[in-house]
């Protein structure tokens, strides 16, 4: 049992000298990154905010649906949302809108999807 204890003891020694071994020597902790050169770094120039927002896609369903004459009184917008429309090679940032009918009969909705680069207005069939 004592060899045991003993081995024990020798491990965890050697586990306590390697983990100490590994800090920076203090010429290396001189040459680090301050936390004010770190505020210095400029900014990468991203907008997540779409090119057309969700009140102008509502907007240009709205144009297409009096265009193309669709009557939409017994409807009501149940969701409107952001996606990526298209093939798995080739997706497009969209403006998605379902409208559907008071009734609940089941495909009787209207769906419509909008572009946000091209501004494109399409009509998804439903059943």
Same mark, same amino acid.
Request: hydrophobic content about 40%; charged content about 20%.
């Given at each position: $049992?004592?060899?045991?204890?003993? #081995?024990?003891? +020798? $491990?965890?020694?050697?586990?306590?000298?390697?983990?100490?071994?590994?800090?920076?020597?203090? =010429? *290396?902790?001189?040459? =680090? +990154?301050?936390? *004010? *050169?770190? !505020?210095?770094? /400029?900014?990468?120039?991203?907008?997540?905010? /779409?090119?057309?927002?969700?009140?102008? %896609?509502?907007?240009? #369903?709205?144009?297409?649906?009096?265009?193309?004459?669709?009557?939409?009184?017994?409807?009501?917008?149940?969701? %409107?949302?952001?996606?990526? &429309?298209?093939?798995?090679?080739? *997706?497009?940032?969209?403006?998605?809108?379902?409208? !559907?009918?008071?009734?609940? %009969? %089941?495909?009787? &909705? !209207?769906?419509?999807?909008?572009?946000?680069?091209?501004?494109? +207005?399409?009509?998804?069939?439903? $059943?």
């Amino acid at each position: $049992m004592k060899n045991i204890l003993i #081995a024990l003891f +020798v $491990m965890s020694l050697g586990t306590i000298s390697l983990a100490q071994g590994n800090q920076l020597p203090e =010429s *290396q902790l001189q040459k =680090s +990154v301050t936390q *004010q *050169q770190i !505020v210095d770094l /400029p900014l990468p120039k991203r907008s997540f905010r /779409p090119k057309l927002s969700l009140q102008q %896609a509502l907007k240009l #369903a709205e144009d297409y649906i009096e265009k193309e004459k669709i009557d939409i009184s017994p409807y009501y917008l149940y969701e %409107a949302k952001y996606i990526l &429309y298209g093939s798995k090679d080739h *997706q497009e940032p969209c403006w998605f809108f379902w409208w !559907v009918n008071e009734n609940g %009969a %089941a495909g009787n &909705y !209207v769906e419509l999807i909008i572009s946000i680069e091209t501004r494109n +207005v399409r009509r998804l069939p439903s $059943m």
